[in-house]
């Protein structure tokens, strides 16, 4: 089994920061990406940051310099550092984890969710 898990999400007025955290854990071969969705109601799930195990890292043009995606993907966790926020930016976030199970020699590649983190901007 994989977990993923979320943390951080709350209740922060425009111009604030949050930071959210993200650990896979569980039988994970290795760690090839993890990425940060959010979803605001009614509107389909969005890609904001991703990180790649190849050392890419993007970012949806609506966050670029204001969040930040950082972590460590050899032992599954990824954080977001979220500034400037705008009420726009009000969503519940979803961490993804891309990983490979098995062994060596025979792997197989999987996506998990974790729950989600409810993020509010408001004054």
């Known amino acids: 089994q994989v977990q993923v898990v979320e943390s951080g999400g709350g209740l922060v007025q425009p111009g604030g920061s949050l930071r959210l955290s993200c650990t896979a854990s569980?039988?994970?071969?290795?760690?090839?990406?993890m990425r940060w969705f959010r979803q605001c109601p009614g509107q389909q799930r969005e890609l904001v940051a991703r990180?790649?195990?190849?050392?890419?890292?993007e970012y949806a043009d609506s966050v670029k310099g204001r969040f930040t995606i950082s972590g460590d993907l050899a032992k599954g966790t990824v954080s977001l550092q979220m500034n400037s926020l705008k009420p726009e930016d009000t969503a519940i976030y979803y961490c993804?984890?891309?990983?490979?199970?098995?062994?060596?020699?025979?792997?197989?590649?999987?996506?998990?969710w974790g729950q989600g983190t409810q993020v509010t901007v408001t004054s």
């Open positions: 990180m790649a195990s190849s050392g890419t890292i």
């Open positions: 569980g039988s994970i071969l290795s760690v090839e990406g």
């Open positions: 993804n984890a891309d990983v490979f199970r098995g062994t060596s020699l025979a792997r197989l590649r999987y996506e998990y």
